[in-house]
């Protein structure tokens, strides 16, 4: 199994940006993750940032809660939140770029009061214990090589009763990530090895102290997103032969197309499904 450090992950961050920048209209959704395109979403847009109102309903985020957006991407769930409920986020990130383009949105949308970001690693964060009411993590949890160090942090930072709140690619049913080349070349693509069920976290989360408080499955509602994320690749094929005939693209930047490639084949091979999950640490 391929393994990938945190300087990894911060290259397909910095080095994809682009990529995201066209396909993913980032600066108006400020979201490196599917949307979920429930009944009454009219648009891309409007299907980012209902990922977020359905992770915040599930996982009873509030006003009064300090929040810890684990993994922030360019903040655009946290400035949501900020915006939305008038909570404090603090967003960390592996990517200094990140970091610099979080902070810039932040101050376009008036929350540098409430939101601040840094860049740090999510599983060793140097924060205070029972520091947080809630970790948030979409899409970044499974990118944890180990995900029990990531479990062990959030169980030392959040308080008695606090929630890790989880939107994210889960397997679903247990099976050798090496036997499937096509989920190699998703993940890998992504700089993620491997990636639990549901249930793997579960028990993994019992560990640590955490109980799993609720969980909704939105495979089918994300198709529009793994669609888009497929044209996406089909075009940045045609691209990214194209640009190797003149430059020397970066490793991620090279390969980020048959990610998008990949990710819509297994998704129809229904190799891994899309889940809300929330894991309550107890008193």
Known sequence: ?????????????DHTEPHYRMW?????????????????????????????????????????????????GVGGSSIFMAKELGCKVTGITLSKRQVATATKYAQEHGVSDLVQFAQKDYTDTGFEAASFDVIWAIESMQ???????????????????????IADCFKPRPYAIALEP????????????????????????NRYNFQLQGQR????????????????AMAGMLGTKAYNLVYNATHFSKIHY?????????YNKGLWDYSLVVLEKNQ
């Not at 648009?43 to 980012?48: A, D, V």
């Not at 048959?258 to 297994?266: E, N, V, W």
């Open 143 to 165: 990118t944890a090589q180990d995900k029990g160090l990531f479990l062990k942090e959030a169980q030392r930072i959040l308080k008695p009763g606090g929630r890790i709140v």
């Open 217 to 232: 499955v939105v495979t089918p509602e994300i198709k529009p997103s793994v669609r888009r994320i497929y044209w996406a």
């Open 182 to 205: 096509e989920m190699l070349t998703m993940l890998n693509g992504w700089a993620i090895s491997d990636i639990l069920t549901v249930g793997e976290l579960e028990r993994l989360a």
């Open 258 to 266: 048959k990610t998008g490639l990949a990710q819509y084949k297994t």
């Open 1 to 13: 199994m391929k393994t990938f450090t945190n300087q990894d992950v911060e290259d397909y961050y």
């Open 24 to 72: 993913w209209e980032l600066d108006e959704t400020m979201g490196l993750h599917y949307g979920i395109w429930d009944k009454g979403i009219k648009n891309f847009k409007e299907s980012i940032l209902n990922t977020n109102r359905q992770l915040i309903k599930l996982g009873r985020v509030q006003a009064t809660d300090v929040v810890l957006d684990a993994g922030c």
